[in-house]
């Protein structure tokens, strides 16, 4: 009899293991790309090689305050508009088409009130399904008040109790996402108090992307944009997807945010052109970026073809930088993006997205690459350390570099978990042995 209890429990404890461990099946993967709406003269819907996403967002619509309710994209936009989900699915019929919504600070007004959040609800379902979309994206940037931060649950329980509602006719559900902060925390706030809803997160979203990049305001010097690791701070997308984790957030609702651009500033000092060195502006506007500060991942690709421009890798960060005479760049290379699809395989996330795929080059070799590291690492990978009783259960993840000071940390969230469980498998064996 005792045995036989023993085995009950053993076997309640594993499944709940393996809950904790859940990993995403093979039909159920992100691999997406954002496409900027006024990118069509230089990146034509026509050319983007639609095997390479298994999602493609249009990014974006605004919100118009006044009325609660979607706003329409200029006028030279609207055909790209309309043509997209029908375009792009013209050579692959399987994509899933989505449209992102950006919403300022001034978006706390929608959702704090349930009539304009019921509104706004509707406009959106209306919007997506009269242009052929198969689901909506909210990209709130950012909540700034603790108030946000229920209110934003509030209208996520809603919206998700509105597609399903609406799923009760023949048509397909609408997915819903969200793209979100970098990390469950929002940081450099006045209000302190400000972390997502993951019940909620959890429940309504099919999945959240997840801003792994530009996690810094500017300095008065050079600094990495996005990197997968920072020695000294909380700013790197390793620290903000282990928040998440540790959070709650299951890995099944993380897809990572990937950038296809860089940070550029102008150096004060030419000759002193290393991670964090004194800057007197940001980079001169490009022309795809239409921005200071700002340049297209073809972009970099085209002035790193010039002999005299020196490309670094960085190893221990896992981030990569350019200085061409007094211009430097913070950008995520071949090397970068590689390294980033294989933490979210080993932390068995959803997906990867990236952003904006108007930035890859003519030939899309970085979407590219992330789809072949994905899909060819995605079913062979295994845990480092796991194999417990012979069950062969991951219990390892992949580390930081071991000199980062928040290696230690993220490995005991990580695995804060595993441990209790088999602290109980020892206590049961105690018990009845």
């Known amino acids: 009899m005792a045995r036989l209890l023993f085995i009950s429990l053993l076997m309640l404890s594993i499944a709940s293991l393996s809950t904790s461990q859940q990993q995403c099946t093979n039909s159920n993967q992100v691999r997406a790309g954002y496409w900027l709406s006024?990118?069509?003269?230089?990146?034509?819907?026509?050319?983007?090689?639609?095997?390479?996403?298994?999602?493609?967002?249009?990014?974006?619509?605004?919100?118009?305050?006044?009325?609660?309710?979607?706003?329409?994209?200029?006028?030279?936009?609207?055909?790209?508009?309309?043509?997209?989900?029908?375009?792009?699915?013209?050579?692959?019929?399987?994509?899933?088409?989505?449209?992102?919504?950006?919403?300022?600070t001034q978006f706390s007004s929608i959702a704090s009130d349930p009539n304009l959040r019921k509104k706004f609800i509707e406009s959106t379902i209306q919007l997506a399904r009269t242009n052929g979309f198969d689901g909506v994206d909210l990209s709130w940037q950012f909540p700034s008040s603790s108030a946000d931060m229920p209110n934003l649950s509030e209208l996520l329980t809603e919206w998700r109790s509105k597609i399903d509602e609406e799923n009760?006719?023949?048509?397909?559900?609408?997915?819903?996402?969200?793209?979100?902060?970098?990390?469950?925390?929002?940081?450099?706030?006045?209000?302190?108090?400000?972390?997502?809803?993951?019940?909620?997160?959890?429940?309504?979203?099919?999945?959240?992307?997840?801003?792994?990049?530009?996690?810094?305001?500017?300095?008065?010097?050079?600094?990495?944009?996005?990197?997968?690791?920072?020695?000294?701070?909380?700013?790197?997308?390793?620290?903000?997807?282990?928040s998440w984790l540790d959070a709650g957030l299951t890995p099944c609702k993380i897809v990572m945010g990937l950038p296809l651009f860089g940070r550029s500033w102008i150096l004060r000092n030419k000759a002193k052109n290393e991670l964090g060195s004194p800057i007197v502006a940001a980079g001169l506007k490009q022309k795809m970026s239409n921005h200071t500060g700002l340049m297209a991942y073809s972009e970099i690709v085209n002035i790193s073809n010039d002999s005299s421009v020196s490309v670094s890798y960085d190893n221990r960060s896992v981030a990569a930088y350019l200085s061409s005479g007094s211009t430097w760049v913070s950008f995520d290379s071949a090397e970068v993006l590689q390294e980033k699809v294989m933490f979210a395989l080993q932390y068995r996330l959803l997906g990867y997205f990236l952003w904006p795929i108007s930035f890859d080059d003519s030939s899309y070799s970085m979407s590219d690459q992330a789809s072949q590291v994905w899909l060819k690492y995605r079913n062979s990978l295994t845990y480092e350390d796991g194999n417990i009783f012979g069950f062969g259960f991951g219990f390892g993840q992949t580390e930081a570099p071991s000199n980062s000071p928040h290696n230690t940390l993220n490995r005991s969230k990580a695995s804060r978990s595993t441990t209790y469980h088999i602290s109980f498998l020892f206590l049961l064996l105690f018990l009845f042995f």
């Open 168 to 242: 009760q006719t023949s048509l397909p559900p609408l997915l819903l996402t969200a793209t979100l902060y970098f990390s469950n925390h929002i940081f450099d706030m006045p209000d302190q108090n400000l972390d997502y809803p993951i019940e909620a997160l959890s429940y309504n979203l099919d999945w959240a992307n997840i801003l792994s990049f530009s996690f810094r305001k500017s300095d008065n010097v050079t600094f990495y944009d996005a990197p997968l690791y920072d020695m000294s701070s909380h700013y790197s997308a390793s620290y903000g997807i282990m």
């Open 38 to 104: 006024n990118s069509d003269h230089y990146s034509p819907l026509s050319s983007i090689n639609t095997s390479l996403y298994t999602h493609l967002y249009y990014c974006s619509l605004s919100v118009d305050y006044s009325q609660a309710t979607i706003s329409l994209p200029s006028s030279d936009e609207v055909p790209g508009f309309m043509k997209f989900s029908s375009t792009l699915k013209s050579t692959n019929p399987s994509l899933k088409t989505l449209v992102t919504i950006f919403a300022t």
